[in-house]
Nanobody
Framework: GRLVESGGGLVQAGASLMLSCQTT????????IGWFRQAPGKEREGVSC????????YYADSVEERFTISRDNAKNIVYLQMNNLKPEDTALYYC?????RGQGTQVTVSS
């Protein structure tokens, strides 16, 4: 299966972005999907995850109440709505299923 991210960009602090993770090639509604981010010089961080069974979600403390993850099982897409972006959110964001990941989409937040 493939995962393809989109929606990143360069924005100012306080702005919003919505990332999309389009998936193909596997039974989407049977798998949890997660978002990770990697910034230069920093460790990879698990940002958010959404389950397959009941749509339960997880958020890292650093994004709680600013980011919202959702999934559309009809379109095989997972979204990450990011509000009130901060410069420290700057990173390459990528989605993950099990051991598979996409190429990522860059988010850059200027102060």
């Amino acid at each position: 299966g493939r995962l393809v991210e989109s929606g990143g960009g360069l924005v100012q602090a306080g702005a919003s972005l919505m990332l999309s993770c389009q998936t193909t090639g596997f039974a989407f509604d049977e798998h949890a999907i997660g978002w990770f981010r990697q910034a230069p010089g920093k460790e990879r961080e698990g940002v958010s995850c959404i389950s397959a069974e009941d749509g339960s979600v997880y958020y890292a403390d650093s994004v709680e109440e600013r980011f919202t993850i959702s999934r559309d099982n009809a379109k095989n897409i997972v979204y990450l709505q990011m509000n009130n972006l901060k410069p420290e959110d700057t990173a390459l964001y990528y989605c993950v299923r099990n051991v598979y990941r996409g190429q990522g989409t860059q988010v850059t937040v200027s102060s």
